[in-house]
């Protein structure tokens, strides 16, 4: 890998949407900057996703990520909150093509697994491993924030996984 990729990780919701943007080169994962967007439970849902397009816009904007990814829903008991997330979801894809960005979704289960090496790890497993690989003092927290990491985290390995098996292969003179 000659150059750095920068990812923008994403953990959405309609209260709280979780960010993390992650430098890797291919060697070292690098923190550049993460936190959450939040919206108001006061606002009627038309403004509060207006509020996560705009703000993750403006994100955008200034890290200028290469590719973005984002947690794939995975609700089975309220069909209320998938629905709200749902939505929030949405704005993010459209935000995120808006800028151009190739988007890679990843289940809660891959992203537990890439990161953890275990699809059942809790909460704290999980913000512990995020402090670890990219060196943080603390964990992040609110889990939202773990979360957006774990994700960008999930998609540097995968996708640099992905590329040296495609270049492995066009090498053989084949698919694999």
């Not at 990812?7 to 923190?31: F, H, K, S």
């Not at 704290?124 to 003092?137: A, Y």
């Amino acid at each position: 890998m000659n150059e750095a990729m920068l990812v923008l990780g994403i953990d959405p919701g309609t209260a709280t949407t979780g960010y993390g943007v992650v430098r890797y080169d291919g060697r070292a994962l690098e923190p550049v900057a993460y936190g959450t967007i939040i919206t108001s439970a006061g606002l009627p849902l038309s403004q509060r996703l207006q509020k996560i397009y705009k703000e993750l816009a403006e994100l955008i904007r200034e890290y200028r990520p290469t590719q973005a990814a984002v947690e794939e829903l995975f609700f089975a008991r309220n069909a209320r909150t998938a629905l709200a997330v749902g939505h929030a979801r949405g704005v993010i894809l459209l935000a995120l093509a808006d800028a151009g960005l190739s988007v890679y979704a990843y289940t809660p289960l891959q992203v537990k697994k890439a990161i953890t090496g275990y699809g059942r790890a809790g909460k704290e497993q999980m913000q512990q491993m995020v402090r670890l690989l990219l060196n943080l003092e603390s964990p992040p927290k609110p889990d939202d924030v773990a979360d957006a990491l774990a994700v960008a985290i999930c998609h540097a390995h995968s996708y640099l996984t992905t590329v040296r098996l495609s270049k492995g292969s066009q090498a053989a003179g084949g698919d694999w």
